[in-house]
């Protein structure tokens, strides 16, 4: 992540992850929580190998990253967002038509690690042999999210998150204003 990139992210959400100082220690500043997070979330690190990395006990960072992610989502709510009119869906078509024409978006599914949910049997135990989340995502030509879905089993494919989506509904129920099918 840039430098930029990273900055953006602190600024929106700094002021909802700052702690105060006690007389019996110094917070954890707002920077090094969203870098802890932000960590995690790129690479799903055990807590164990963020606490070397970061010299942070694997108890803060377990309380860190839950509210790290609470503050980005509800910072970026607005930010994410599904085109609505035929003239959105046509610009984010112009950005892909070099290399992909008519394309409207990059869609993948990515696993985030986590430890096995309590009462969780194999629910989210993945093909790979871990326990995960799925965050479904779409980007734009300029890897812009303008579609995001967390918190899918990790035992269930991407097609199947998909269609648990909605977006999927929105597709369904023809409510997206989409572009009429073209050749070529």
Not at 53 to 66: E, H, M, R
Not at 83 to 101: A, H, R, T, V
Request: charged content about 20%; overall charge positive.
């Amino acid at each position: 992540m840039s430098t930029v990139d990273f900055e953006f992210f602190l600024n929106k959400i700094s002021q909802l992850i700052t702690k105060q100082d006690t007389q019996l220690r110094t917070a954890l500043p707002a920077r090094m929580r969203l870098a802890i997070t932000l960590r995690y979330l790129a690479t799903g690190d055990s807590f164990q190998s963020l606490h070397f990395l970061f010299k942070v006990s694997p108890q803060l960072i377990s309380t860190i990253i839950p509210e790290v992610c609470e503050a980005l989502n509800q910072v970026l709510q607005t930010e994410i967002k599904i085109p609505s009119s035929l003239e959105e869906w046509l610009e984010i078509e112009k950005g892909f038509s070099f290399k992909f024409p008519r394309a409207i978006g990059a869609i993948d599914g990515k696993h985030i690690i986590l430890k096995c949910p309590p009462n969780s049997s194999s629910d989210y135990f993945n093909y790979k042999k871990n326990f995960s989340i799925v965050l479904m995502a779409i980007v734009d030509s300029k890897y812009k999210f303008i579609f995001a879905d967390v918190g899918g089993q990790g035992r269930i494919s991407d097609g199947g998150i998909f269609r648990n989506t909605l977006l999927w509904d929105m597709i369904s129920n023809n409510t997206l204003n989409l572009p009429a099918p073209r050749p070529k």
